[in-house]
């Protein structure tokens, strides 16, 4: 239950229960909302019932993701999922495939770790807000900046790995990376396969300019949604 702890390491239902009812709701119902009013159940069994129910031993085929967001990056996780082999290919890069296939799906989980700390930093600087704490809200400002930051930088990994590894490209490396990025990362690269072809925004829809904050973030709060169940796909 990794995904129950936040990035500074509290416990998720500790910080749920100290939201705002309005807050708990709107968390409530992204993770899954399973009644009709607030007032008839608990909201934090809701999310328990939505984690068990992600726990079991259900078929990933018969999840119906909610956004168009959390559809493409399911299709393309299928796509990772179905890459083979060439025909002509020797044994040892079946292991290479596998490997950068599993490499891939840890990249995709990290940005959404990141993602839902970016959508708590949120809900925490809305609560400041509402406190009217000058303080309160620089640090929680701050923090939002900071998950955002991370957020785009752990897009940016998994795009740069998923067009080098699966697509072929050879990616342009910033001096953040250089050559300690390729040295740790080309040896996901398998050449028995033939090259796929994905979206330009890579884990994102074309629909969104990643170059831009706002987008990334408008791109969460669609998504976010979906991100149990596309866990399940990722299992």
């Known amino acids: 239950m990794g995904i129950l702890k936040d990035s500074d390491g509290s416990d998720f239902y500790d910080k749920f229960a100290n939201l705002s009812e309005v807050s708990q709701w709107h968390l409530a119902g992204n993770l899954g909302e399973l009644v009709d009013s607030p007032k008839n159940a608990n909201p934090e069994t809701n999310i328990k019932l939505k984690l068990w129910l992600n726990s079991a031993n259900i078929d990933s085929n018969e999840i119906k993701l909610k956004s168009p967001e959390g559809r493409y990056l399911a299709g393309l996780i299928k796509k990772i999922d179905d890459l083979q082999l060439k025909s002509d290919a020797i044994s040892q890069e079946k292991q290479k495939l596998q490997n950068a296939k599993e490499k891939m799906k840890s990249l995709i989980i990290e940005?959404?770790?990141?993602?839902?700390?970016?959508?708590?930093s949120?809900?925490?600087?809305?609560?400041?807000?509402?406190?009217?704490?000058?303080?309160?809200?620089?640090?929680?400002?701050?923090r939002r900046t900071e998950?955002?930051?991370?957020l785009?930088?752990?897009?940016?990994?998994?795009?740069?790995?998923?067009?080098?590894?699966?697509?072929?490209?050879?990616?342009?490396?910033?001096?953040?990376?250089?050559?300690?990025?390729?040295?740790?990362?080309d040896k996901y690269v398998c050449t028995a396969i033939e090259p796929v072809e994905f979206g330009e925004n890579g884990i994102i829809t074309a629909n969104y300019n990643i170059k831009e904050r706002k987008q990334i973030t408008l791109w969460a709060e669609q998504i976010y949604g979906d991100l149990m169940d596309l866990e399940i796909k990722l299992k």
Do not use: C
């Open 122 to 142: 949120i809900l925490d600087l809305s609560e400041a807000a509402r406190k009217g704490d000058t303080e309160l809200i620089r640090v929680k400002d701050k």
């Open 111 to 120: 940005v959404f770790n990141d993602l839902r700390s970016y959508i708590y």
């Open 147 to 150: 998950s955002h930051n991370k």
């Open 152 to 185: 785009i930088s752990s897009i940016n990994v998994a795009n740069r790995s998923l067009f080098w590894w699966f697509g072929g490209e050879e990616p342009v490396l910033d001096s953040k990376f250089g050559k300690m990025y390729e040295k740790q990362f």
